[in-house]
């Protein structure tokens, strides 16, 4: 009986479908598009999605929890698939809409993106007996930033649409900032850092918060759910929920790490995730939100330099607005890095205490 556009995310397209039932009520689906210029094999993204949200509803029953509520639940086709393959070759996939919550483009109330730490914490411990060689990569070296740092390198080099000109500041900015690239690659490479199940996109949009409670209920938007280290999940919830504005804000006054926020969300992640992880990953939490923002800031110029190829835009220089933020961010970041680092101690020695009582 009615549809809306959905106006979250920067490559699939969602709808939400409203249906009366016999009953008279009205019961809300949600249809994405899937993207197959980004998903180049769009089922091999389903079958990583259904074994998911399997396994999530699976443990979600073993712990009294509702699955219906705290998982997604695929809509399946008449053939009984998980997704539907038009003639032309377009991919489309239905899910139940969540009712009593909603998703938020920017943090409203602190509790929230403390619940949404708590939330991608759980997520991970639920995923973490998950059997990881099952899963495809879905995009290949998604989170890998010196790959990301060459793509873009290269990118510079070939000014394939005049707009290296323009952006000089910027690329100068991330050309500085290169040695950082390697880091948590070379640590996962090194087997300081464990390979685990991740998200990979942990935008604060990507969770649904309760109405009532306020509590993190559903992560969604699981295209990208690979093996990958906790500290892509942690740094990228950082980047988007702690900053002060949106990710496209044209006015980088008002663009900066909001400390507090930054707090909120530590201590709910840690709430749950401080008895799994290791001293590296702990070490590297800091500096996890710097990397994951100037990885973005690298990713959407790049798209800018190649002529907006891989994320939406609604105008000519949306990627380049998108990048600054990115990196207004990082600089602030980098400017508060004692600090961040001296609220993540605080909060660890104030649970290893809780611990002890
Ligand atoms: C994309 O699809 P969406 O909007 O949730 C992107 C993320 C970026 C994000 C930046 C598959 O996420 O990696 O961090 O935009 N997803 C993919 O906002 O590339
Ligand atoms: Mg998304």
């Known amino acids: 009986v009615g549809a809306e556009v959905s106006k979250n995310g920067h490559i699939n397209d969602t709808f939400f479908l409203h249906f009366r039932q016999e009953e008279g009520n009205i019961r809300r689906y949600v249809l994405q598009y899937i993207n197959s210029n980004v998903f180049r094999e769009p089922e091999r993204v389903m079958e990583n999605i259904e074994a998911v949200i399997k396994h999530l509803q699976m443990k979600l029953l073993k712990r009294g929890g509702d699955p219906s509520r705290e998982a997604m639940q695929i809509v399946n086709t008449t053939a009984g698939n998980s997704f539907y393959r038009s003639p032309s070759g377009e991919y489309w996939r239905a899910y139940d809409f969540i009712e009593g919550a909603q ?176 001293p590296t990953e702990i070490k590297y939490l800091a500096f996890s939100a710097k990397l994951l923002t100037l990885e973005t800031g690298l990713r959407f110029l790049t798209d800018y330099l190649q002529g907006d190829c891989y994320f939406k835009v609604a105008h000519p220089n949306h990627n380049l607005v998108r990048a600054r933020t990115q990196l207004k961010l990082v600089a602030d970041m980098e400017a508060k890095m004692s600090q961040m680092e001296a609220i993540i101690s605080t909060i660890l020695e104030e649970n290893s205490r809780e611990d002890v009582v």
């Not at 920017?106 to 509790?111: D, R, Y």
């Not at 007996?129 to 899963?135: I, M, R």
């Not at 490479?189 to 109405?211: C, Q, W, Y």
């Open 103 to 278: 998703t938020y483009e920017i943090v409203e109330n602190p509790l929230h993106f403390y619940h949404a730490g708590r939330a991608f914490g759980q997520f991970q411990l639920l995923l973490s007996d998950f059997p990881a060689h099952t899963l495809h990569e879905t995009i290949v070296r998604f989170h890998d930033t010196r790959k990301r740092f060459a793509d873009f390198l290269q990118a510079v080099q070939a000014d394939s649409h005049g707009r290296v000109q323009g952006a000089r500041r910027e690329i100068d900015f991330l050309l500085a900032r290169e040695q950082d690239t390697g880091v948590l690659i070379d640590l996962i490479a090194s087997g300081e850092i464990p390979l685990r199940v991740t998200h990979n996109d942990t935008k604060f949009n990507n969770i649904m918060i309760d109405d009532k409670t306020g509590e993190g209920i559903c992560v969604l938007d699981l295209d990208t759910v690979m093996p990958g280290t906790v500290l892509y999940d942690y740094g990228d919830a950082i980047r988007f929920g702690a900053s002060t504005a949106l990710e496209d804000e044209p006015n980088l006054d008002l663009v900066w790490l909001d400390l507090d926020l930054f707090a909120a969300y530590t201590r709910g992640y840690l709430s749950v995730a401080q008895d799994f992880l290791v």
